[in-house]
């Protein structure tokens, strides 16, 4: 087998053309709420930067910044989204939904916790606070793209809806 090496760069060059391509198949829905999924987790570990920095106020001001998006986030999936999902969703999706919602209501509680622990300046608290928030919060993003999401597609019967829930989600940034 040979090997070719590839010059510096080249692979981060076709790795960021991927995302690209795939950033222009993705649907208005998907850009929308996917890309504010994976913005919530970004910023979420970058408070565990600042807290391992000693950034507190840094820290502090991003949670609640993340804390008011999930707030409108949150917001449109329950005015717009699940209603529509649960419409339309057999036995299974009605559990899944059920769940989801749980985890609406729990997520602003773990936020306020991680808020208190960075007044505290409580380094292993906020750092054990962050874990639990990321896990949660990826097991609840993971769950909504799986189960809920492709039922908005453009070729899906709540397409429609999906495309008034990104427009409200982006007018609310």
């Known amino acids: 087998m040979i090997h070719v090496k590839a010059p510096k760069g080249a692979l981060l060059s076709a790795c960021v053309r991927q995302q ?5 198949h993705m649907t208005h ?18 408070v565990g930067l600042h ?5 507190w106020d840094l ?3 991003t949670v609640e910044r ?20 649960e419409a339309q969703a057999d036995g299974e999706g ?8 749980k985890r609406h209501l729990e997520l602003p509680v773990f936020f306020d916790e991680l808020s208190d622990a960075l007044a505290e300046r409580d380094s292993e608290l906020a750092q ?3 874990e639990t928030l990321l896990r949660i919060i990826a097991d609840h993003h993971q769950s909504e793209e799986k189960d809920v999401f492709p039922c908005f597609e453009p070729t899906a019967s709540l397409a429609a809806v ?4 990104a427009h409200a989600l982006e007018d609310g940034r």
Not at 20 to 24: A, K
Not at 29 to 46: T, V
Not at 162 to 165: D, E, F, M, V, Y
């Open 20 to 24: 690209q391509e795939d950033f222009r």
């Open 29 to 46: 829905f998907d850009r929308a709420f996917l890309g504010e999924h994976r913005e919530m987790e970004q910023r979420l570990r970058e």
């Open 162 to 165: 999906g495309l008034q829930a």
């Open 59 to 61: 820290a502090a001001a």
């Open 51 to 55: 807290v391992s920095r000693g950034e």
């Open 94 to 101: 009605l559990r899944t939904l059920a769940f989801l919602r």
């Open 128 to 130: 054990e606070t962050l």
């Open 66 to 85: 993340q804390k008011a998006h999930l707030a409108h986030h949150i917001d449109v999936e329950e005015r717009l989204v699940y209603p529509a999902f």
